[in-house]
Nanobody
């Protein structure tokens, strides 16, 4: 059974940084497509960043140059380093995973999600 557990969310001021983590279990972690998507109140889900089994990455234009996705296969953990945060980055952030090729930026279509972690950026 695939389980994803996010952590690391919180409240920061604009310009600040946060690092989200997603601990994964129940599947062959290294062979899966993984990523992060977010959803703000009243808005649609938005794919933020994706990382393929070979380590290739993809980012939404809105976060390029500010966010970095990475994974530690030894720890079965996915990360999202978020720098230069803006108020418009405020949302619930979800980790997602699936054995799908190619790995889409629309991470929200993957079958396995975590429970989410809230990120709030104040101006």
């Amino acid at each position: 059974q695939v389980q994803l557990v996010e952590s690391g969310g919180g409240s920061v001021q604009a310009g600040g940084s946060l690092r989200l983590s997603c601990a994964a279990s129940g599947y062959t972690y290294s062979s899966y497509c993984m990523g992060w998507f977010r959803q703000a109140p009243g808005k649609e889900r938005e794919g933020v960043a994706a990382i393929d089994s070979d380590g290739s990455t993809n980012y939404a234009d809105s976060v390029k140059g500010r966010f970095t996705i990475s994974k530690d296969n030894a720890k079965n953990t996915l990360y999202l380093q978020m720098n230069s945060l803006k108020p418009e980055d405020t949302a619930m952030y979800y980790c997602a995973a699936d054995h799908i090729i190619p790995c889409p930026l629309a991470i929200q279509i993957l079958n396995y999600w975590g429970q989410g972690t809230q990120v709030t950026v104040s101006s």
